[in-house]
């Protein structure tokens, strides 16, 4: 069973930066579709940004746009969401998911595996 681990989150200034991990535990994410999705207290779940196993990727949210980037390394595994110039709004416990073989995009629901989250603050 694949199971997700973020990493990354935390307590950050207005304006700062953090980097999130998405690793797999006991395989590797090459054939995997990765999606970041967040979600605030009171508030849905949102797709933030996604890469294909081939390395295509794309924002999720124009709230991002300009300001986060998706990427795997060259062993594919893990998976990073750097996330610059962030905002209060940013807030929320960050998720990201993973599925084989499907053109997941920004859907959650089209996800099969994913972590626990972690929790990213943005406040002063």
């Known amino acids: 069973q694949l199971q997700l681990v973020e990493s990354g989150g935390g307590l950050v200034h207005p304006g700062g930066s953090l980097r999130l991990s998405c690793a797999a535990s006991g395989f590797t994410l090459d054939y995997y579709a990765i999606g970041w999705f967040r979600q605030a207290p009171g508030k849905e779940r949102e797709g933030v940004s996604y890469?294909?196993?081939?390395?295509?990727?794309?924002n999720c949210a124009d709230s991002v746009k300009g300001r986060v980037t998706i990427s795997r390394d060259n062993a594919k595994n893990p998976v990073y969401l750097q996330m610059n110039s962030l905002k209060p709004e940013d807030t929320a416990v960050y998720y990201c998911?993973?599925?084989?073989?499907?053109?997941?995009?920004?859907?959650?629901?089209?996800?099969?595996?994913w972590g626990q989250g972690t929790q990213v603050t943005v406040s002063s």
């Open positions: 998911a993973a599925v084989r073989n499907v053109q997941a995009m920004c859907v959650p629901e089209r996800y099969e595996h």
């Open positions: 890469i294909s196993s081939s390395g295509g990727s794309a």
